[in-house]
């Protein structure tokens, strides 16, 4: 199946790459966290040509996007799909992303981290603001977690107004422990360096 997969891409017509696609689709998964199987579905996913063939891939990848952005090998794949498909293909990926409890997971994770924060980097700006209030409601855990804390301070980053504002609420009460933790104490600072003044002086009173 690798070898087929890997047979795909300049040397076929959208007929037969259907047709390898449609072969190799129940094993895709599996392939895909291969350390060889990763660069020929890499391969396959920049060839894609048609709906039909975008529709068949995102079936086969879209009940293991987590475990797959957990994978070693397999979370080049879901970032060779962010930065080949079109938002709206990629809808699957966020939608995985935002279910309950797997931004924790996605955002804990060595390399979670970071393939949520190229999600980020190619969402529409609904997706955008999809994956940001998953991020914002889990922000307590996430900050104080060695790979989390760099997603929220990533959000703290992004031109949307209010942003540090909606954070900061989620740590009040939380602020003195916050303000010490070797993780958590980066974030609250980056929140005082770019929020408004009244959040601020919000931050700095209940310190």
């Known amino acids: 199946a690798v070898v087929s997969t890997q047979s795909t891409g300049e040397h076929c017509n959208d007929e037969q790459r259907l047709m390898v696609i449609d072969k190799v689709g129940p094993d895709l998964v599996k392939i895909s966290k291969n ?5 020929a579905v890499q391969k396959m996913i920049e060839f894609l ?43 699957f990926i966020y939608d995985s992303v935002s279910q309950e409890g797997h931004c924790i997971e996605v955002a804990t994770h060595r390399h979670g981290c970071c393939v949520l924060q ?56 939380h602020i003195p422990i916050l303000s010490t933790q070797k993780f958590s104490s980066n974030v609250i600072e980056k929140c005082l360096n770019v929020a408004d003044v009244p959040t601020r002086a919000l931050l700095i009173q209940v310190r």
């Open 35 to 39: 350390m060889h199987g990763t660069r």
């Open 118 to 173: 190229r999600c980020i980097d190619h969402a529409s700006d609904t997706q955008k603001l999809q994956l940001i209030g998953e991020i914002i409601s889990n922000a307590l855990v996430l900050v104080q977690d060695p790979y989390g804390n760099y997603v929220v301070q990533y959000v703290l980053d992004l031109p949307f107004p209010g942003l540090p504002s909606r954070l900061a609420k989620q740590f009040l009460g």
């Open 49 to 91: 040509t048609t709906p039909e063939q975008i529709a068949l891939v995102k079936k086969a990848l879209a009940y293991s996007v987590v475990p797959l952005i957990q994978d070693l090998n397999g979370n080049h794949v879901v970032q060779r799909c962010l930065n080949k498909l079109s938002p709206a293909d990629n809808q």
